[in-house]
C-alpha cells in the first residue's frame, strides 16, 4: 500500500517572503512584514583606535570595501561557506571552574577565534570589543589612519593633523594649569573642579546618616499607640502618618 506524502511548502519567487530575503541576502533596504523599514548595510567607516594583540588597523579602507562589495554580491549559501571559512576553533589551554565535575560537561569545548585576509596574502585577527583605553581616542585614530594609508601624501596629511591636535592639547593643558595656580590666589575668580572620570583616585565621601528621633515627639508616640489599640489602621499606616518607626510602635505596644 503506497504511503501518501504531503508536498514541501516552497515560496515561490515572486512572494513576499522571496523579495525580502533576497534584499536582506544582498545587503539593501527592505520592508518586513510588519512595515517596519530595515536600512541597506553600509561598510563600517570608523577606524579601530585600541592597541590590543589583534591587528585590525591594519585593514586599509579601500580593503575593507572590497570585502564589504565581494561578499554582499553572493547568495546565502556562498556567504555562509566563507563565514565558516573565517573561524578558528582552539583547544582550551587552562580551564575555569564551573559546575561540573568532568571537564567534558561543560558547554565549552573550545574557543573559537576570527580571522580575516588583510589582501596580502596574510590572514589577521579580530575582535569585535576593543578594550578599555585611557589614551586619547583622536590620537589612536589619527595612528591609525597614518599605520594604514595607502599613499605618502595621505600619510603626510594625517601626521599634519595628528601634530595640530598634539599642539592644541598641549595648549589645554598649559591654559588648565595656568587656571589652577590662579584659582589658589585670594580673590580669585576661577575655582577648579577635580572629576575623574576613570574611578581611578581614592575620593572622599560623605555619608548621611537619617535621624528618625527627631522627626516624632512622645506625644506622636503615644497618639500612634492609641490609634493602634483602636484599630484605625494598620501599623505601617500608623507609621507613615506620625513619622515614628514601626520598631518602635511594636516595642511601646508590647509594653502597654
Not at 10 to 23: E, I, L, T
Not at 28 to 38: I, L, V
Not at 218 to 239: F, K, P, Y
Amino acid at each position: 500500500m503506497e504511503q501518501q506524502v504531503a508536498k514541501k511548502r516552497k515560496c515561490s519567487s515572486g512572494s513576499f517572503m522571496a523579495k525580502q530575503r533576497k534584499f536582506r541576502i544582498a545587503g539593501e533596504a527592505y520592508q518586513t512584514s510588519s512595515k517596519k523599514n530595515k536600512p541597506a548595510k553600509r561598510p563600517h567607516q570608523a577606524l579601530a583606535s585600541c592597541k590590543c594583540k589583534y591587528k585590525c588597523n591594519e585593514l586599509s579602507e579601500q580593503h575593507k570595501l572590497d570585502l564589504f562589495t565581494k561578499f554582499y554580491s553572493c547568495d546565502e549559501r556562498t556567504q555562509k561557506t566563507y563565514l565558516m571559512g573565517l573561524f578558528d576553533l582552539i583547544n582550551i589551554q587552562r580551564r575555569r571552574h564551573g559546575f561540573y565535575n568532568d571537564p567534558s560537561e561543560s558547554r565549552r569545548q573550545a574557543s573559537v577565534t576570527y580571522h580575516v585576509p588583510n589582501g596580502k596574502g596574510e590572514n589577521i585577527q579580530l575582535s569585535f570589543k576593543p578594550p578599555r583605553s585611557d589614551t586619547c581616542r583622536v590620537c589612536d585614530e589619527l595612528q591609525c589612519k597614518i599605520k594604514s594609508s595607502s599613499s605618502a601624501t595621505e600619510s603626510t596629511a594625517n601626521k599634519g593633523l595628528l601634530e595640530l591636535h598634539q599642539r592644541k592639547a598641549e595648549k589645554a593643558m598649559e591654559t588648565l594649569k595656568q587656571n589652577a595656580a590662579t584659582s589658589q590666589l585670594p580673590g580669585s575668580n576661577i575655582s577648579t573642579i577635580c572629576i575623574d572620570l576613570q574611578q581611578i583616585n581614592t575620593m572622599p565621601r560623605s555619608y548621611i546618616r537619617k535621624n528618625l528621633r527627631g522627626q516624632w515627639s512622645e506625644e506622636d508616640l503615644q497618639n500612634a499607640v492609641r490609634d493602634i489599640i483602636a484599630g484605625t489602621g494598620s501599623v505601617r499606616e500608623i507609621s507613615r502618618i506620625y513619622k515614628v518607626p514601626v520598631r518602635t510602635l511594636m516595642r511601646r505596644n508590647q509594653e502597654i
